[in-house]
């Protein structure tokens, strides 16, 4: 009854189409959802994503030092002219927080059937720095890290991980300038127990903003502990 009052007075959208939502639609309509370009990704130790991870990975890899793979996953794909972009976007610009919770819990549930995210216990999200975190009023992926964590049965840990200076933003930069843009500019504050990190962001574009997570936390945790990385969406080339 609340729901149907609310729907009068204020009635959702489709966050993809912006067709009116029925009562049991939730962020998407029947036909936008039925259509949600899913990677099942999650489903494989190696796919796409976790493969171009780990290249960049390997070229920054200190020489003689070994490194575990790095499994990757993303709820689906972005590309700059399908609408389900709006998806991610909603959440990091529009402030639709209760949206980012929806399809990360729609994340977790996926990732939390796959053996290989299966000794998760320690969630990490990207940071924001504290002055854009500020004037946005929340950090997107701790919205996405905070789903999974539950979905895994691992810890959350919002405070260890920070950005030590502010960076331009990486949207218009070409994948080079990316990796230079954000070299040395994540640190964990100290080090913890871990067996298996996994860090989180809203979309993956290059991957240059988590490996420079994935290095920091390397350098902290050392090279016993499996890092590996999930993300709301993946850009699709």
């Known amino acids: 009854m609340i729901r149907e009052v609310m729907d009068l ?23 936008c ?18 493969d171009q991870f780990n290249a960049l990975l390997e070229r920054q890899r200190p020489e003689g030092e070994n490194m575990q793979y790095a499994f990757a996953a993303a709820l689906l794909f972005y590309h700059h002219e399908n609408p389900y972009k709006l998806i991610p976007r909603s959440l990091k610009y529009g402030g639709n927080i209760q949206a980012g919770r929806f399809f990360a819990k729609r994340l977790g549930a996926h ?23 500020w004037r946005r ?18 810890q959350l840990r919002t405070g260890d991980l920070v950005r030590v200076r502010r960076t331009r933003s ?16 994540f640190a ?22 988590l490996a420079a997570c994935y290095n920091a936390v390397r350098s902290a ?8 990385i999930a ?7």
């Open 33 to 50: 959802a039925a259509d949600l370009p899913e990677t099942h990704n999650w489903e494989q130790a190696h796919n796409p994503m976790a």
């Open 221 to 228: 945790l050392g090279p016993s502990v499996r890092i590996s």
């Open 188 to 209: 964990l504050r100290h080090a913890f127990p871990a067996k298996h990190v996994l860090l989180v962001d809203d979309t993956f574009t290059t991957g240059a903003t």
């Open 9 to 31: 007075v204020m009635p959702r959208e489709c966050l993809v189409c912006g067709r009116q939502l029925g009562l049991q639609e939730q962020h998407l309509c029947i036909w």
């Open 170 to 185: 990486q949207t218009r930069l070409d994948a080079e300038a990316r990796v230079k843009n954000v070299q040395g500019v």
């Open 111 to 133: 990732m939390a059937r796959q053996a290989h995210f299966a000794d998760v216990d320690t969630v990490l999200p990207v940071p924001l720095h504290w002055w854009r975190q």
């Open 231 to 237: 993300t709301l969406a993946v850009v699709q080339a």
């Open 137 to 154: 009023g929340y950090n997107q992926a701790e919205v996405i890290a905070a789903q999974l964590a539950q979905a895994l049965h691992a």
